[in-house]
């Protein structure tokens, strides 16, 4: 088949191309012209296109989000031009654009070369798997942190309260005690109270750490979301790894009392524990990193 020798500067291509071209002058040193990057002797017109689509979404991402693009290396344009040239997914295009843009962006100083190969390697429903898991983390970890808040705020309250209420069941328990009346039942129910309340104390202090325990915990895969191939892909990636959790499960052990200081015994006891174990697939920091450098931002004012 004769190759087709195409010119960036002929009205004939798609009108794209101009702004395509505009858009990649900004990103690298130096002109286009210069590079040939989009211009390679054996590359398809499917895959120009397909190149010339994905940067004029990344142009417009930049637009949208009032992004002033830096330039960036060819180490990490070159392969993310070359990898999304043979995305044929629209979703994944998509993705394509939103990782150019924000690779470009310089508040955000994303610098990772290995994205690129990442999102080459993954489907569709990989990355939406994963997209998802990434989402309802966010989620949780806002609504937590925002509890956490409004606990801290509260806690001093609390504490005061609670402190209050058992110097004040102290004091009636002192105030029977001086009375000398023998009144057993009321005075027990009185430090039944004391307990409660001290209970209530030590279970507050220790919310805070519980609340930063679920904000930390990782985004844990749902089972069957993958098949197993899919899920073998993403650990190869290092975007998700198995995580095992351990459980020791104590038996009940009975042992025979002396029977007096003539009849002492001596037993051999077998103790046996039931240790069992299940398997999370977590997303790891990596992966977390990936998915956001995959995911429009929140338009700048």
């Known amino acids: 088949m004769e190759s087709t ?32 990057l989009l211009l390679k002797e054996q590359v398809t017109m499917w895959k120009f296109k397909s190149q010339v689509r994905m940067l004029n979404k ?16 060819l180490k990490l344009l070159c392969p993310l031009l070359d990898y999304s040239g043979i995305e044929e997914d629209e979703i994944l295009h998509d993705k394509w654009a939103i990782l ?4 470009v962006d310089s508040e955000q100083n994303i610098e990772n ?8 390697q993954l489907s569709r429903n990989e990355f939406l798997v994963l997209e998802k898991v990434y989402d309802e983390k966010q989620a949780r970890v806002a609504m937590l942190t925002t509890e956490l808040e409004n606990f801290r705020h509260e806690k001093p309250r609390i504490e005061k309260e609670i402190h209050d209420k058992i110097t004040n069941l102290n004091f009636k328990i002192k105030a029977l005690q001086e009375t ?58 290092g975007i998700v790894k198995e995580e095992k959790n351990f459980y020791v499960n104590s ?7 002396d029977r007096g200081d003539d009849e002492r015994s001596h037993n051999s006891v077998d103790l046996d524990f039931d240790v069992d174990s299940d ?15 995959c995911k429009e931002k929140p338009k700048k004012v």
């Not at 798609?14 to 690298?28: P, R, V, Y």
């Not at 070369?113 to 080459?120: A, G, T």
């Not at 001290?198 to 904000?215: A, D, G």
């Not at 398997?279 to 450098?293: C, D, K, Q």
């Open 251 to 257: 038996q009940t052990l009975e042992i025979p009392m």
């Open 5 to 36: 020798k195409i010119d960036i500067t002929s009205t004939v291509l798609e009108k794209g191309i101009d702004t395509a071209k505009s858009f990649l002058d900004k990103l690298i040193m130096p002109a286009v012209e210069e590079t040939g």
């Open 113 to 120: 070369h290995v994205f690129p190969y990442i999102l080459s």
């Open 180 to 237: 000398g009346a023998n009144y057993f039942t009321e005075k027990w129910e009185l430090q039944k109270e004391v307990r409660q309340e001290e209970s209530n104390l030590s279970s507050l202090k220790s919310q805070e750490s519980s609340f930063r325990y679920k904000i930390n915990k990782p985004a844990e895969i749902p089972r069957n979301s993958l098949k197993e191939f899919e899920l073998a892909n993403v650990i190869r990636l």
């Open 58 to 73: 990344a142009k417009a991402h930049c637009e949208k989000h009032n992004i002033s693009p830096k330039t960036i290396s």
């Open 100 to 103: 150019l843009a924000n690779m």
């Open 279 to 293: 398997t999370e697939n977590i997303l790891t920091e990596l992966g977390e990193l990936f998915i956001n450098a």
